[in-house]
């Protein structure tokens, strides 16, 4: 079977329509913007959390073996240090002497891919996470660091989750959060930026059970893209190889997306073993153990980690929905979303500016308001209103026309057939809780 083909086109397509239509802005455009950094407009944010919702009905509301937190952000250097990214947290950097551009130098051969140029510094290291100082005085004591992942917070917290829920291993713990990283090459719009925020799950297990537990969650993840409608064809697993391996892991497994420019990680499985547990109680003085009653046996548990990028998931699920097709001899863009996904699952549309119908078409709005996240518009024709609507995901469209006034009836409209029923608006939310059922 070959390989799928990335589409070069579609990522400007989708960086475009982001813009356009208010997913995502340049941050501090006003300004000129500032490098790497981006904000989630109107339509963004709400897909953005439906993105981080679904991922934690997956991963906390539908189990009962793992529970959450929200750890701080700030944090002192002896996390860092007893974590290993203090000395192990870089990447090595070179400069091209003729274009001063800087480069990731395992991300390139002996020659600037700015200017072609082979004048380029020795490699060095680069510290990646962020150091600022807390307090009025600005020295050595007062050092503090954003933290460059979610997953310490949840190592550091073992023993309080462990004794307040009285959970026992295998069990674990999810977080959803901002992380921040110094990247020296950021790009690719917001597939590596120096803020992000991530969704990450520490799953405690007993060291027999590692292996097991590993090959379980790999499954789950990749799983989980694909019921959001990633097709299978554009995601595959890849393991690491043993000399990539971080210095925690006895096995890691990506989870790739094929990208425009090529495939790229959405996800990372890793085995940390029980490095951190170890690391973070020998530095504190602090046991971080499990005493298990019924064998009489304490140990220290290894962790499993699915790790995920929560923007890097948004851009992935927006590309795989991307698609143009011909409604009415006219090309349409439409994305098309799992409904669970999509910023608006309903549109409201009246037929006609005309007063006579704003009392019913905002009585149908706040009829679905309660079920749905509902967008109104009333701007334009019908059909330009609905080719909008499309483009940005929106799985039904409600049009309210002048015959509802004497009907009580609307007309739904379905984004991917475009197909158009009569409804009662009486029957309009079990008509669309059936569709988000599927039947």
Known sequence: MSEPTPDSTLFDDVVNLAKRRGFVFPSAEIYGGFRSTYDYGPLGVLMLRNVKNAWWRSMVQLRDDVVGLDAAILS????????GHLTTFSDPMVDCRNCKERHRADHIADTCPNCGSTDLTEARDFQLMFKTHAGPVQDEGSVAYLRPETAQGMFTNFMNVATTTRKKPPFGIAQVGKSFRNEITPGN????????????????VPPAEAGEWFDYWVDQRFAWYQDYGIPAEMLRLRPHDADELSHYSAGTTDIEFLFPWGWG???????????DLKAHASASGERLEYFDQSTNERYTPYVIEPAAG?????????????????????????????????PNQVAVLPLSKKPELEPTAREVLALLQPHFQCDYDVTQSIGKRYRRQDEVGTPWCITVDFDTI????????????????????????AELIRRTQGS
């Open 76 to 83: 002192p250097p002896a996390i860092w240090g007893a974590s």
């Open 189 to 204: 719009f917001v597939f590596r930026t120096r803020e992000f925020e991530q969704m990450e799950m520490e799953y405690f």
């Open 265 to 275: 990680e959405l996800e990372g499985v890793a085995n940390r073993t029980d490095y």
């Open 310 to 342: 929560a923007t890097r998931t948004m851009m992935a699920f927006l590309l795989a929905a991307y698609q143009t097709d011909t409604v009415g001899g006219e090309e349409r863009a439409v994305l098309r979303l799992d409904w669970r996904l999509a």
């Open 406 to 429: 004497e009907d009580r009836a609307v007309t739904v409209r379905d984004r991917d057939t475009t197909e158009q029923v009569r409804v009662p608006i009486d029957g309009l939310i």
